[in-house]
Every structure is written in structure tokens, then in C-alpha cells.
């Protein structure tokens, strides 16, 4: 029931009802037009009334009203001087169902304007009226052939500039959105996302892993937490983008180094969604990739071993460590641990081994402190090493006694004035051949995300980005030095 403005006014003196319905603002002090009524007493109607308004588990009182406008003229008594309900009447007219009463609108010829004089005509002029409207319309008139081809011929047109604009139009909206469908035509962009060489071997890779993505187990945000090592918990739900792009997203935050807020402006999600899509992908692909086997047999490597290492024929994998600096905690203790007096930084290291042709081990990391020989011990490579085979590092892991091989490493000047020309040449020749371990440390430091300072917020996951850093480089880079392509392998691709 509509009340006009104009009956809301201020009443003096007296006590104000109100209406119990909600978002129902009605009350007896602005007006003395609307009504108000107490709920019935019989208890089958009383719980209609209050199922109507949406009041269940409400309690009812004398002072519990609902106003007028609740209920439609039909529910009123006619003829009295008070405004009495029917009985049986039930509330119908709220806000939630749009329900009002409004006057009933005039029709058009009610609406219309017209002269209060107006003269009636004879039968003649109305008929002469009528032939001359007549003559200005053609309704039993056909149209010409040509005129119908004509017509044929603009609509072909129109159904193929419609064609048109909407595969400009799919072609704006995939320049707008940015994913990987975006880049497909651009080998330079996606080596610069992803470090994959071209779309195709990207595809290829995807292709690969494309069938275990439907078991991933997505990574949940605990309650108050929004950084990398929250709390984990598996979830059914996925995000808006497409699992391809999740997988572009992540490898977009680990080559280029892209921060969350702006991973999120450019894909149009949140932060914190950011945050658990790098999560997720950072433990699949760990535990995907993980599952691989890299550490290759001693028959395979001499297979494939190239001529270069002709002099050292046994040599199964060549080792270094590397270092992530990473943030300064605030603790004294903890910043003694993963302080490097090597790097005068705090960090996370590291211990790669590879083959010739790609990276065949990859230790966890563990605090900046600790030195060559532990960290070779704690690695757990000294359990893959048999007699037959030989490992090539540097001077400063001293692990004689905990492998069970051969050592190619540099010689020590051994308390003498220079060194001998024999070991000199020995050292050289080592040398030559554990620059491509460093090289293969630098493809994976090429990923700008470990450029920057690694948050201690990462602590709980940059184990598994590094790790997976690591391996992804088996398949987005070709052999070392292109003259290897021919040695390991026809599939290989060669990019330096």
C-alpha cells in the first residue's frame, strides 16, 4: 500500500508502534495513515504470520504490531470507521518480493489529451478522408524481383561484417586477457616468460605432464595467513584461469621474477590467489618432476660422454654448490647459521651435480653456514657412488673419506713454493671441464627470481622452487655447448 509523503509527519505526545517486519521503517510517530495490527491469537495463524514476515523463533508480545502496508485491500473490512483486518488475513506485500500496491494506470485513451469542442463530421468528409489516407499507402502492391535480390545481397553482406567484428572481437579480448594464448605467435616472448624455447616446446612439456594435473591437490589459504609457507590443506576448488595458465603463471614468477600484486593486476585475480596457485604448483611439480629419474647409469654417460672428457673417461657427474641470498632474520642465532662468510650475506646453498648433458642431482637447500664437505654429506649422493665410478669438484670438497670412488679435483701446492708442471696441467685440464657445471648453475640462476633477496616468508617452499628450477632445466634448455647436440642425442635443442 503506497502512503503519500505528505502523511508522515511528526506526531505530538502519544507512544509510537512500530512495524516488526524487517527492513520495514514504518512507525505510528510520522504518520496517522498506516495502521497497525497485533498478531492473531490463534497459534496456526500466528506462526503463518510469522513464517510470511520471515520472523522465525521470534517471540511475540501485546506490543508486537505489523503495519498496513503489509497486507492488500482485500485483507481490510469495508464500511467501518476503524480499519479492522479479516479474519483468516495473512501479510503479502514486503520488500524482498517487490510486492506493492499502486493505483491502477489509465489507459492511453484515458491519458490522452484532447479539445473540449469537438465537431462531429458528416458521412461525406469522413469518407473523403479516408480515400485520400488510402492513397498514400500501396498494400496490395508487390515488389519488384530486383528489389528482393537486392535485399538478399545485403544481408550476405551484413552476416559477413558480422562475422567479421566478432573475430576482432575474440581477437581483442585475447590481447586483453593476458595468458599464454596471448603469446602463441612469439618465440621471443614465451623464452622470455617461461625460458622454454619456443610455443611448440612448451606445448611439448605440457603435453607431458598435462595427464596428472586432474590429481593435483590444491593448496589452501589458512585463516590470517597470506603468505608462501602457510599452512597446507587440500581443496577441490579451482581458480577462474585454466590450468595452462596457472602453469604460465608460476613459470612468469619464477623467470621473470614478477611480484604476486603484479601477477594478480595482469591475470585479474587476487593476491593471496596468486600466492596459493605458486604454492601449488611449486609442490606438483616437485613432487611430478621428483619422480623422474635423473641420475643416469655409468653406461649411459660413457655412451654419450663427449670427447672432451676423453682424459677422465670414468667420470660420472661433476659437482659445485651455489648460494640464494636471501633476507636477514632478525635473530642473532638464526643469522649466524645462514650468514656465508663466502658471499658476507645470509643465504640458502645449495649442491647441483650433472652429467655432460644435463643436471642428474639436485641436493636440498640448507643454511649459508655450512661447508662443501657437509653439505656433500648430507646430500645423500655418497649412497649412488659404486668403485667403478669418478666424481669431479672443486678444491674445497675435501670427501675422500666418504666416497667410495675415484676424485678428480685440483691439485694443492702442498707446502711448496709452486706447483708442479704436471699437477699445473692436471689443473687446467679440470678446470676446462668444471666450468660447464658452473654453466649449468648460471641457466639456473637465469630465473630472475633468485636475482632478488629471497623473503623469509618463501622459507617454507623455496626448497621445492629450487628444485624444480633445477629440473626444468633438462627440458627447456638443449646441450651445453652445440657440438654436444650430435653426442647426446638427436632430440636435443641447442640454444647457445
Known amino acids: 500500500m503506497n502512503v503519500s509523503a505528505s502523511v508522515f509527519q511528526k506526531r505530538e505526545g502519544g507512544a509510537s508502534e512500530h512495524c516488526s517486519v524487517p527492513l520495514c521503517s514504518v512507525s505510528s510517530?510520522?504518520?496517522?495513515?498506516v495502521s497497525f495490527?497485533?498478531?492473531?491469537?490463534?497459534?496456526?495463524?500466528?506462526?503463518?504470520?510469522?513464517?510470511?514476515?520471515?520472523?522465525?523463533?521470534?517471540?511475540?508480545?501485546?506490543?508486537?504490531?505489523?503495519?498496513?502496508?503489509?497486507?492488500?485491500?482485500?485483507?481490510?473490512?469495508?464500511?467501518t470507521s476503524r480499519r479492522r483486518l479479516k479474519k483468516g488475513s495473512v501479510p503479502t506485500v514486503f520488500e524482498w518480493n517487490r510486492h506493492t500496491q499502486t493505483n491502477p494506470r489509465l489507459g492511453v485513451w484515458e491519458r490522452r489529451e484532447r479539445p473540449s469542442n469537438v465537431t462531429s463530421l458528416d458521412d461525406s468528409s469522413a469518407a473523403e478522408l479516408l480515400d485520400v489516407s488510402l492513397q498514400h499507402h500501396d498494400y496490395d502492391a508487390t515488389p519488384e524481383p530486383g528489389a528482393v535480390d537486392l535485399l538478399i545481397m545485403k544481408n550476405k553482406e551484413l552476416e559477413e561484417e558480422l562475422q567479421q567484428l566478432k573475430a576482432k572481437l575474440e581477437d581483442l579480448s585475447v590481447k586483453q586477457r593476458f595468458g599464454l594464448q596471448r603469446f602463441v605467435g612469439s618465440d621471443d616472448d614465451i623464452r622470455f616468460y617461461t625460458r622454454f624455447a619456443t610455443y611448440d616446446h612448451l606445448m611439448a612439456f605440457w603435453s607431458l605432464i598435462e595427464p596428472s594435473t586432474s590429481k593435483m591437490l590444491r593448496v589452501g589459504q589458512a585463516s590470517g595467513g597470506s603468505h608462501l609457507n602457510a599452512p597446507e590443506e587440500a581443496v577441490s576448488r579451482p581458480t577462474k584461469l585454466t590450468p595452462i595458465d596457472e602453469m604460465f603463471l608460476f613459470l612468469m614468477y619464477l623467470s621473470v621474477g614478477l611480484k604476486q600484486r603484479d601477477l594478480g593486476h595482469r591475470f585479474f585475480i587476487h593476491r593471496t590467489t596468486v600466492s596459493r596457485i605458486i604454492i601449488t604448483w611449486a609442490n606438483f611439480l616437485y613432487t611430478l618432476l621428483g619422480s623422474v629419474c635423473?641420475?643416469?647409469?655409468?653406461?649411459?654417460?660413457?655412451?654419450?660422454?663427449?670427447?672432451?672428457?676423453?682424459?677422465?673417461?670414468?667420470?660420472?657427474?661433476?659437482?659445485?654448490?651455489t648460494e640464494l641470498r636471501c633476507q636477514t632474520p632478525s635473530s642473532l642465532l638464526l643469522q649466524s647459521e645462514v650468514f656465508s662468510t663466502y658471499k658476507s650475506h645470509c643465504t640458502f646453498k645449495g649442491m647441483l651435480g650433472m652429467a655432460p648433458h644435463a643436471v642428474?642431482?639436485?641436493?636440498?637447500?640448507?643454511?649459508?653456514?655450512i661447508s662443501d664437505k657437509e653439505i656433500f654429506r648430507q646430500s645423500g649422493i655418497t649412497s649412488l657412488l659404486t668403485p667403478d665410478m669418478?666424481?669431479?669438484?672443486?678444491?674445497?670438497?675435501?670427501?675422500?673419506?666418504?666416497?667410495?670412488?675415484?676424485?678428480?679435483?685440483?691439485?694443492?701446492?702442498?707446502?711448496?713454493?709452486q706447483m708442479l708442471e704436471d699437477d699445473v696441467r692436471e689443473t687446467q685440464h679440470i678446470a676446462r671441464l668444471r666450468v660447464h657445471v658452473e654453466r649449468m648453475i648460471r641457466r639456473v640462476k637465469e630465473n630472475k627470481l633468485f636475482d632478488t633477496v629471497i623473503p623469509l616468508s618463501l622459507t617454507g617452499s623455496i626448497n621445492q622452487i629450487f628444485t624444480v628450477a633445477c629440473l626444468l632445466s633438462n627440458y627447456q634448455n638443449g646441450p651445453l655447448v652445440k657440438k654436444w647436440a650430435s653426442v647426446g642425442g638427436k632430440g636435443c635443442m641447442s640454444t647457445e
Request: charged share 25%; proline share 6%; hydrophobic share 35%.
Open 29 to 33: 510517530r510520522y504518520n496517522s495513515v
Open 37 to 79: 495490527h497485533s498478531f492473531p491469537e490463534e497459534e496456526t495463524l500466528r506462526k503463518k504470520w510469522l513464517v510470511k514476515i520471515r520472523r522465525e523463533n521470534f517471540t511475540v508480545t501485546k506490543h508486537t504490531k505489523v503495519c498496513s502496508t503489509h497486507f492488500t485491500e482485500s485483507d481490510f473490512v469495508v464500511g
Open 360 to 369: 642428474t642431482f639436485v641436493s636440498a637447500l640448507y643454511q649459508g653456514s
Open 294 to 321: 635423473i641420475w643416469m647409469p655409468p653406461e649411459v654417460i660413457k655412451a654419450h660422454l663427449p670427447k672432451e672428457f676423453s682424459r677422465y673417461p670414468d667420470t660420472q657427474v661433476v659437482i659445485d654448490c
Open 390 to 417: 669418478a666424481i669431479m669438484v672443486d678444491k674445497g670438497f675435501l670427501v675422500d673419506d666418504l666416497v667410495p670412488c675415484k676424485i678428480h679435483r685440483p691439485a694443492f701446492l702442498h707446502k711448496r713454493t
